[in-house]
């Protein structure tokens, strides 16, 4: 890519796009246009093929079958594990998560395919679904501040060696491991289980895609004003006794 253009690829909203995830590439969106880059964005249904041109890749959460389906036609196509080998950044949140990851179980019972591109592996939980608002500490070799976000997912993920939680939470269930951890991440690949949109909760996660899609280490500032509203809102209705 050029330091002044951005190619964002939303992934199969027809399936994944729960909980408005897709405001995540509107946040990406917007705060990339707002530094003065030309943003491209390309929104790629489950019948069209994965480009692997793209710099940044988004995908949502979705329920059970249409996340089999989504991971179905995401093996057979190929394109956004090219894009990835070719240093493409990709955010996928709950179901899309799971996909990342080597296998999950589906709507049928059954174990799912993933595209690997995560070290976790997924399962569904039995204990009581994880539902709420999250609060957590980002891991700190991204240098990012407290995340916030909700949560709603029976499923739970197991972290392998190959990854780093995203955050250790400190309100919510996050992976349902019972470790403390939420999400994961390695390299240019990340997950969350978290909603909200999240990045509208947390839009230096936003910039952060952005700065790794420029090979940067800093952005021109922007005003927050509005976010940091949302934040603070979002995190004090999270910690007020119930």
């Known amino acids: 890519m050029s330091d002044t253009s951005l190619r964002l ?54 329920e059970d079958r249409p996340q089999r389906l989504a991971a179905e036609r995401l093996l057979r196509d190929g394109g956004l594990n090219r894009a990835v080998d070719n240093g493409a950044i990709v955010f996928a949140v709950c179901a899309g998560y799971q996909i990342m990851g080597h296998e999950f179980v589906n709507d049928l019972g059954e174990r799912s395919a993933g595209l690997g591109l995560l070290d976790v592996t997924s399962s569904r939980g039995e204990a009581a679904r994880c539902v709420g608002d999250v609060l957590g500490d980002s891991d700190e070799y991204l240098g990012l501040p407290q995340l916030t976000g909700f949560e709603n997912h029976q499923g739970i993920t197991h972290l392998g060696p190959g990854v780093r939680p995203l955050a250790r939470v400190r309100l919510g269930n996050g992976n349902g491991t019972g470790d403390g951890t939420e999400g994961a991440w390695r390299d240019t690949v990340f997950g969350t289980y978290l909603h909200g949109p999240v990045l509208a909760r947390n839009p230096l996660i936003a910039d952060m895609l952005i700065k790794l899609s420029l090979d940067v280490n800093a952005l021109t500032p922007v005003d927050d004003t509005w976010y940091e509203a949302l934040r603070q809102e979002r995190i004090a209705a999270a910690t007020q006794p119930a």
């Open 9 to 62: 690829v939303w992934v199969y909203p027809d399936l994944l796009s729960t909980y408005g995830d897709q405001g995540n590439a509107l946040v990406v969106e917007r705060r990339a246009r707002q530094r003065g880059l030309d943003v491209q964005r390309l929104d790629v249904r489950s019948d069209q093929p994965i480009p692997t041109s793209g710099d940044i890749y988004l995908i949502g959460g979705g």
